[in-house]
C-alpha cells in the first residue's frame, strides 16, 4: 500500500512553497508616531522640572541690622547644698535586720548537717568545713541513722560585735537502721554564728537549750448550749472554703463573736476539727481571743 497517494497531494504540496513573509500580516507604525510619543514625554518632563522650581522656592527676608546688643534677663535661682556623700563604710553596711537573717539561715543549715548524719558529724564534709580551722568533733563506734524532717529558727541574741547566738528548733527520725526509725519529740539547740559582712560561720559545735515554751496565754471560750442558727450556717459557709463536708460540733462565745468549731474533710477524706470566728454579720477578720492578764 503505497501511503504517498492522497488525492489532496496537489494542495499539500502547494501550501509548502508559499514563503512564511506571506503568511504574516504587515502593519506600518506610522512614522509619526514616534515623534509624537517623543514630544508628550518632553512635556512632561518639563512640567516636573517647573513644578519642583515653584514648589521649592522660599520667600527671601532681609535680616535687620542690630544697632545696640541685645541683654538678656536670667532670673537667679540659689541651689541647696549638696547632700554630703555616702562614706565607703555606709555603703558596705547591711541593712538592719540583715545580720541576724543571714546567721538565722546560716545556724539551719549547720543544723540539718548535723544532726542527718546519724551520730557521726565529724564525717559529714559540710559540717567540718561549717566550723574554724582545727575544730575537733568525738567521734563513737555506734553508729545509727537519722534525718531531719524539719529545721526553723525562734530566736537571735546578739552577743557582739558580729556574733550572734540562734535559737533553732527542729523534729527529726532517728534509730538504728532505716527500719527502725522513730519520730522524735521536737528538739531545740543554739548555734553560736559570726556574720562579717555578707559571710556567716558557725563558731563551735549546737549547744542544747529548752525548746520554746507553749505556756497558757489565751483563755478557751466555754461552749454554749443555744447558738443561733445564723452563726452556724455562717460558720459553715467559712468552712468550705477549705474542705467539704462542714459539721459544727461546738461553739462558744468570745469577747466580740463567736467562736465555732467545725469538722471538715479534706481532698483525701480525713476529718479535720478546725476553728471559725463569726458574728451576725459573718466571718470575723481578726479573732478576739481572751488573753489572760
Do not use: C
Not at 499539500?12 to 510619543?37: A, C, G, K, M, N
Not at 527529726?172 to 556567716?200: K, N
Amino acid at each position: 500500500m503505497d501511503l504517498h497517494q492522497d488525492p489532496n497531494d496537489d494542495l499539500r504540496e502547494h501550501l509548502e512553497h508559499i514563503p512564511w513573509s506571506d503568511l504574516t500580516s504587515h502593519r506600518q507604525i506610522p512614522r509619526w508616531v514616534p515623534y509624537v510619543v517623543a514630544g508628550a514625554l518632553a512635556v512632561a518632563a518639563l512640567g516636573v522640572v517647573a513644578a519642583r522650581s515653584l514648589g521649592g522656592s522660599r520667600a527671601f527676608v532681609p535680616v535687620q541690622e542690630l544697632t545696640a546688643p541685645v541683654t538678656i534677663s536670667v532670673p537667679s535661682t540659689t541651689l541647696p547644698e549638696a547632700a554630703p556623700l555616702y562614706s565607703e563604710a555606709d555603703l558596705m553596711a547591711l541593712v538592719p535586720g540583715t545580720q541576724e537573717q543571714l546567721a538565722a539561715a546560716r545556724a539551719v543549715w549547720f543544723v540539718r548537717d548535723y544532726f542527718d548524719s546519724g551520730g557521726v558529724p565529724g564525717e559529714t564534709p559540710e559540717v567540718v568545713s561549717s566550723l574554724p580551722a582545727g575544730a575537733t568533733i568525738p567521734g563513737v563506734d555506734e553508729q545509727g541513722t537519722s534525718y531531719v524532717e524539719w529545721v526553723e529558727p525562734f530566736s537571735v541574741e546578739q552577743l557582739g560585735d558580729g556574733l550572734y547566738r540562734v535559737g533553732v528548733v527542729f523534729g527529726m527520725l532517728e534509730g538504728a537502721d532505716v527500719s527502725t526509725l522513730t519520730r522524735l519529740h521536737p528538739m531545740a539547740v543554739a548555734v553560736a554564728v559570726a556574720v562579717d559582712g555578707g559571710e556567716a560561720a558557725v563558731v563551735d559545735l549546737p549547744m542544747p537549750i529548752e525548746s520554746p515554751s507553749s505556756g497558757k496565754i489565751a483563755l478557751w471560750p466555754l461552749p454554749e448550749q443555744d447558738v443561733p442558727e445564723t452563726i452556724i450556717d455562717a460558720a459553715e459557709q467559712e468552712a468550705l472554703l477549705w474542705g467539704e463536708g462542714p459539721e459544727v460540733v461546738a461553739a462558744g462565745r468570745g469577747a466580740a463573736g463567736w467562736r465555732v468549731e467545725v469538722l471538715v474533710s479534706d481532698s483525701a477524706g480525713v476529718r479535720w476539727p478546725m476553728a471559725v470566728w463569726v458574728d451576725e454579720e459573718g466571718p470575723i477578720a481578726a479573732p478576739p481571743w481572751d488573753l489572760e492578764s
